[in-house]
């Protein structure tokens, strides 16, 4: 069974561009949430889908976007990129509720310049 | 403020050493507690998942403990291998269906566990 999968592994992007990430949740999730981490802050909760439709938001500004298809592939975009936007970001897809198991992709490393 | 604060930041220990990682946690309401294990470079993998029913779950030789009354739980790692080596990660989510609780994972900062021979 294929696990999470994140394009692209590596992105360098200028300041002011704007970058969609791609994660293609285990075949038979439908949830999917992302994540961004930085050595300073750790893993921070962004956004959160299930069937479609955004279950919960966290703290980020509304530079930083997302959505899931019929086929519960997600993207999530940023625009306006700052150099602060430099991270690791990570798709994690469940099951379903929120006591399932959650399974990490490797992550998408974006480096702003 | 949902917070999750781990201990310690860093550990040094000889290879075949038992640990214990500590994780502090405010999240309330509370659903689950779960722990994950983060090599360099690549996305965190679950060890344990715990309900506040839960108080002990164990995969292989690690073995999490969870005090819902404290809002504490542990993770201890025995006859710790040089491919411990890793970022541990304690992760609490909230309990969306009591009042103004919601789906969010708190992360906390991990604890960074080096195995040396």
């Known amino acids: 069974k294929a696990g999470v999968t994140q394009t692209p592994r590596y992105l360098i992007k200028t300041r002011g561009q704007q970058v969609t990430l791609s994660c293609s949740p285990i075949?038979?999730?439908?949830?999917v949430s992302w994540y961004q981490q930085t050595p300073g802050q750790g893993l921070q909760f962004l956004f959160e889908?299930?069937?479609?439709?955004?279950?919960n938001k966290g703290n980020f500004p509304g530079r930083f976007s997302g959505r899931q298809f019929s086929n519960s592939r997600s993207e999530m975009n940023v625009s306006t990129l700052e150099l602060g936007d430099s991270a690791l970001y990570l798709c994690?897809?469940?099951?379903?509720?929120?006591?399932?198991?959650?399974?990490f992709g490797q992550g998408t490393r974006l480096t702003v310049v | 403020k949902n917070q999750v604060e781990q201990s310690p930041q860093s550990l040094i220990i000889l290879e075949g050493k038992n640990c214990t990682l500590q994780?502090?946690?405010?999240?309330?309401?509370?659903?689950?507690l779960r722990w994950y294990k983060q090599d360099t470079g690549r996305g965190p993998v679950s060890l344990t998942i715990?309900?506040?029913?839960?108080n002990t779950k164990s995969n292989g030789r690690y073995t999490a403990t969870l005090d819902a009354d404290t809002k504490q739980s542990s993770l201890h790692i025995t006859a710790s291998q040089l491919s411990d080596s890793a970022s541990y990660i304690c992760?609490?989510?909230?309990?969306?269906?009591?009042?103004?609780?919601?789906?969010?994972?708190?992360f906390g900062k991990g604890t960074k566990l080096s195995v040396i021979p």
């Open positions: 994690a897809s469940s099951l379903r509720d929120v006591n399932t198991e959650a399974f």
């Open positions: 075949s038979g999730h439908r949830s």
């Open positions: 889908y299930f069937s479609e439709t955004q279950r």
């Open positions: 994780c502090n946690y405010t999240v309330s309401p509370f659903s689950n």
């Open positions: 715990m309900t506040f029913s839960e």
């Open positions: 992760v609490v989510r909230g309990n969306p269906y009591s009042g103004a609780g919601s789906y969010q994972l708190t």
